[in-house]
């Protein structure tokens, strides 16, 4: 790890000289530089310098890279280190697949919303709740295969051999399956009670406006120059 260091430390030395270097070429790239002469010969002189330094900067990352392999190599794949990193990519990949749904939630219902015109808001609301859950499986189911396909090249660079990598793969995508498993149960359980207490809402109300109006039934049929049994009433 400390020749990763070392190596790092070169690599943004030999980044910030090709910054220089491209920053010096940027600025004879005017408008139409390729159509004047003068411009064309300055940017084409800064070239090679350009070309060198990103040169540098390759290498030393390529050597960097080659540090940082043999590093994970000497640890392995079920080192303290090796599981925390594969840990940080699972939770790197649920935290883009929960943006992604959060993203796609919103814009689903700032249409719904603008197309609710002719809609009551229980429906509206149902259709919301719909739209969200598919949008958040979408997303989990998304972050696990984004996570599993990840694991090769993770296992590669640790030199995990075929039967530890495979074992490490099988173990992984388990706990990422039941990790999105859980987390949508709580989602289906929180969407289930809101459809409960929405549908009991909804009953409530059903049932107090059919009292109301036998109430008013009841009001009227005393009315109307007619006794309480229904016949006509004479002086």
């Known amino acids: 790890m400390r020749d990763v260091e070392f190596a790092e ?27 004047r002469g003068e411009h064309r010969a300055r940017v084409k002189e800064r070239q090679p310098e350009v070309d060198a330094a990103y040169k540098t900067v390759r290498e030393l990352g390529k050597e960097r890279d080659g540090h940082m392999r043999k590093a994970k190599r000497t640890l392995g794949v079920w080192s303290d280190a090796g599981v925390e990193e594969s840990r940080a990519m699972l939770w790197k990949s649920f935290q883009s697949g929960k943006v992604f749904a959060q993203r796609q939630t919103f814009w689903d219902a700032l249409f719904t919303i603008i197309n609710s015109r002719d809609r009551d808001w229980i429906s509206m609301l149902l259709n919301l709740l719909l739209t969200a859950l598919v949008n958040y499986t979408v997303g989990s189911v998304m ?7 990840s694991l090769p090249s993770f296992l590669w660079s640790y030199g995990a051999g075929v039967f530890s990598g495979t074992l490490f793969f099988v173990i992984a995508s388990i706990g990422a399956i039941s990790l999105i498993a859980s987390y949508l149960s709580l989602i289906y359980a929180s969407g289930a009670a809101v459809v409960y207490t929405t549908a009991a809402f909804v009953d409530l109300q059903r049932r107090r406006l059919a009292y109301e109006q036998q109430q008013r039934l009841r009001g009227g049929g005393g009315g109307g120059g007619r006794g309480g049994n229904g016949r006509p009433h004479y002086e």
């Not at 943004?12 to 390729?34: G, I, P, T």
């Not at 972050?143 to 396909?149: E, K, P, R, T």
């Open 143 to 149: 972050a696990v295969v984004s996570f599993m396909f």
């Open 9 to 35: 430390a070169k690599l943004m030395d030999a980044y910030a000289v090709y910054q220089s270097a491209e920053l010096a070429q940027s600025q004879h790239k005017v408008w139409f530089w390729r159509l």
